[in-house]
């Protein structure tokens, strides 16, 4: 997903540095030494966020961006292959926040293709401007617009990844999430992640998810509590962790994270990696039928199918289906291929009979 900065508080619950000063005391993220792709599969299977410092200490992008953002620039544009690339800019007057306008309808930054090593020159000029618009090479596909990079910068615990290019100012991107697990590696400035639980969904204010990714309308640095009371909730599940070049984060997929880079040049290499459902078997797709099947049904069905979902698909207590023999259980049991074929086909079937 983008990473795109949110804004929309009003007033600071905080005089200005205090916010700060309880962001830095936020309980830190734990440190793991994982050093091969069976280490990171058991991070994944545990869900936990862990810092790997020194991840990338054999790159020479990281040597490169510890010397200064001229050089690791000129190591960039050095490997460009002249293909235009997706760059996002908005007014120095967001102070660095991508994210809705005030009513929610539109984005404060716009979307351009520009080439890459103009859009590296560009972002080094603005760094010593005040009052400069903030300029970000986002989501760069390295593989396919600098394929030296990825062959020169290796990452063993995730070979087939293709991995991503995030460069520029003092972006501050706003809560959101990734279906993705993600590892971002820092190559240059400072990052502070801000990571909240799954579960937190309900405390976070979350916009409008038709325009993806859907971003809390919560200003992390400046929360007003007064228009987001259970903002305080999910700020008491909240963690933390300051990188530095060269340090790597693993976020599973589905947590919640704010990151705010805390030098005028940042830049960062990441790989998403872990979906690969389609149609029927994704389930995100599945929760969009959800709501179109369910949310707007009365309240006594509503309950019904809540109460459904927990003992069948959620299997909140365990118990709904033990009195069943577990070959009579069919789709509520252990679901087997011909199962899953045999359901998918009658869903399908469904489907076709959609208005």
Request: aromatic share 8%; with cysteine.
């Amino acid at each position: 997903m983008p990473a795109f900065g949110g804004v929309m508080g009003t007033a600071a619950r905080f005089p200005e540095g205090k916010q700060e000063d309880l962001l830095s005391r936020l309980p830190a993220i734990p440190v793991a030494s994982i050093k091969t792709a069976a280490q990171l599969d058991l991070a994944v299977k545990a869900s936990r966020p862990v810092i790997l410092p020194g991840l990338i200490e054999h790159w020479p992008a990281l040597a490169a961006g510890r010397t200064s953002a001229a050089t690791l620039n000129q190591y960039l544009k050095s490997m460009d292959r002249g293909i235009p690339a997706p760059v996002m800019e908005a007014p120095a007057s967001t102070d660095g926040r991508f994210g809705y306008s005030t009513d929610l309808r539109e984005l404060t930054f716009s979307t351009r293709q520009r080439g890459i090593s103009e859009t590296l020159d560009r972002i080094e000029r603005q760094m010593d401007r005040p009052h400069a618009p903030i300029i970000a090479v986002q989501m760069l596909p390295l593989g396919t617009h600098l394929p030296d990079f990825v062959r020169h910068n290796p990452m063993s615990l995730l070979p087939q990844i293709e991995p991503r290019l995030w460069l520029g100012g003092p972006v501050r991107t706003q809560i959101h999430n990734d279906r993705d697990h993600n590892l971002a590696c820092v190559i240059a400035g400072r990052r502070r992640f801000v990571l909240f639980p799954p579960e937190q969904v309900g405390n976070l204010y979350i916009g409008p998810i038709d325009n993806p990714p859907p971003l809390s309308i919560v200003d992390l640095e400046a929360p007003d509590f007064s228009r987001f009371p259970r903002f305080a909730e999910a700020l008491a599940t909240a963690r933390s962790a300051e990188l530095g070049p060269g340090d790597a984060l693993f976020i599973p997929r589905h947590w919640w994270h704010h990151v705010t880079s805390r030098d005028p040049y940042n830049a960062m290499v990441n790989y998403w990696w872990g979906t690969h459902a389609q149609g029927l078997d994704n389930p995100y797709d599945c929760f969009l039928t959800a709501l179109l099947a369910i949310k707007d049904l009365p309240s006594a069905e509503r309950i019904y199918w809540q109460a459904m979902f927990d003992a069948y698909v959620f299997q909140s207590d365990g118990n709904a289906i033990r009195h069943i023999p577990h070959e009579l259980r069919g789709v509520l049991g252990t679901m087997r291929h011909a199962t899953r074929d045999a359901l998918k086909q009658k869903l399908k079937a469904s489907l076709l009979k959609s208005p």
